[in-house]
């Protein structure tokens, strides 16, 4: 089913396929009758939200976009990195409503971004950077493109580790940045603190000794990479485990800016083996809700990257590094113009522009300066909403015996590297 006032596909173009006979639909003469009917990626066969992840690097953004037309989807391979043989019509795929429920209803009651971009064309690694900083640009020649070569993603990894960049003619060199520990961009850690602001950054563990050790931990620490933040005061403000806003949040500690991140398991990775990301996201915004904080608070949920699965909506190519394919962004918020669909174009900076006017903060610089800001997802003058609670799977307290439900190295096993 289609959310009302969203611009969605039923079907999708493709093009021929190597070797030909495999896909014959792709196959006609008339290119206008080269499309794929989308199918629904249930929980039924194998308990996840689809068995596997397929790849969403640099190079496959450019595969999938093919020069606008967006019919590359069956080109890409299954793999994270592309390693387990060609996916065929498998990212030609939606979630059943019902999988994903409370998301529909967040949506429903608040406000839903429909031309929200990721700032990049590739996965997790330059997205969470661009989620903190708006930017991987290095230098005025290049910037980092895809996930290093080791985990941690950071100032933790291996010796030897080496990330991939990306030139401004285009080229990709998968092995050819610097060591994931990092002092060539500011972040918006550098502009909270000047405007004494206070933040944390919520996430699970990178270290594999700790009780709290997660694959997401390894990889979606995005201020492990950034070298003034692991070796400074700030890294006060990166807090272990992911659950401690609860406890901030009862106890009256919760900073005025948080970034939450997931565990592998809520992540909605169909690699993950489970679908908890719907309840977990749930968990967090009926905490706040019910809190104290809710009059004066607005929840961002967002995801960094499209997963190399179909859209039709090209993304508007600004420079050689963005933007990436449209991601969902749910705003919930007792501010929020209820029952919105914006037509807005937003990217990543757009979140970091709005957090800048709210709280009268300086430019970090970067993209923020370009992006629209996502403040007209608002209206400040109408009379705050009361909140009432979500419904969704599973309660707190299941989430809080289960976050870690499978040990990270099978599903690197079974995909043929990380879930980025």
């Not at 690694?125 to 903190?132: G, K």
């Not at 809520?266 to 719907?278: C, M, T, V």
């Not at 859209?311 to 919930?332: A, E, H, N």
Request: aromatic fraction near 12%.
């Amino acid at each position: 089913m289609k959310f009302p006032g969203a611009e969605t596909s039923t079907t999708g173009r493709c093009v021929p396929y190597t070797p030909t006979g495999s896909q014959e639909i792709c196959n006609d003469p008339d290119p206008k009758k080269r499309v794929v009917r989308m199918h629904q990626i249930t929980l039924e066969s194998c308990g996840c939200l689809g068995g596997t992840d397929i790849e969403h690097s640099h190079r496959t953004l450019e595969v999938e976009y093919d020069g606008g037309k967006m019919d590359g989807f069956d080109e890409i391979s299954y793999g994270t990195r592309g390693s387990l043989g060609p996916a065929k019509f498998y990212p030609y795929a939606f979630v059943e409503r019902s999988e994903v429920q409370p998301y529909w209803d967040m949506a429903s009651r608040y406000g839903l971004a429909d031309h929200m971009f990721s700032t990049a064309t590739t996965d997790s690694f330059v997205a969470h950077q661009e989620i903190i900083a708006g930017s991987t640009r290095l230098n005025g020649n290049m910037s980092l493109t895809d996930t290093p070569s080791s985990i941690p993603w950071g100032c933790d990894a291996p010796p030897g580790t080496v990330t991939g960049v990306i030139y401004t003619s285009g080229r990709v060199n998968d092995f050819g940045g610097p060591f994931p520990c990092l002092n060539a961009y500011k972040t918006m850690a550098d502009v909270l603190d000047a405007g004494a602001v206070t933040w944390k950054y919520y996430v699970e563990s990178y270290d594999l000794n700790s009780p709290y050790a997660d694959f997401g931990g390894r990889v979606w620490d995005a201020f492990d990479v950034i070298k003034g933040v692991r070796y400074g005061p700030d890294w006060k403000n990166v807090t272990i485990p992911n659950t401690t806003i609860f406890d901030d949040i009862k106890g009256g500690k919760l900073p005025a800016v948080s970034w939450v991140m997931p565990t592998l398991a809520a992540s909605d990775h169909p690699a993950s083996g489970y679908n908890l990301g719907p309840s977990w996201v749930t968990s967090v915004v009926n905490a706040v809700g019910k809190s104290q904080y809710w009059k004066d608070t607005a929840i961002l949920i967002m995801w960094d990257d499209w997963g190399g699965f179909y859209d039709g909506v090209p993304p508007p190519q600004l420079d050689y590094t963005s933007l990436g394919m449209r991601v969902p962004l749910i705003v919930v918020s007792p501010y929020a113009k209820p029952h919105f669909v914006s037509k807005t174009q937003y990217e990543f900076g757009s979140v970091l522009k709005f957090i800048e006017e709210n709280f009268g903060t300086n430019s970090l610089g970067s993209t923020d300066t370009r992006a629209n800001s996502i403040v007209d997802m608002f209206n400040l003058s109408q009379p705050p909403s009361a909140f009432k609670p979500f419904s969704a799977l599973f309660g707190r307290q299941y989430l809080l015996n289960h976050q870690h439900l499978e040990d990270s190295s099978k599903v690197i096993e079974r995909n043929g590297g990380p879930p980025d």
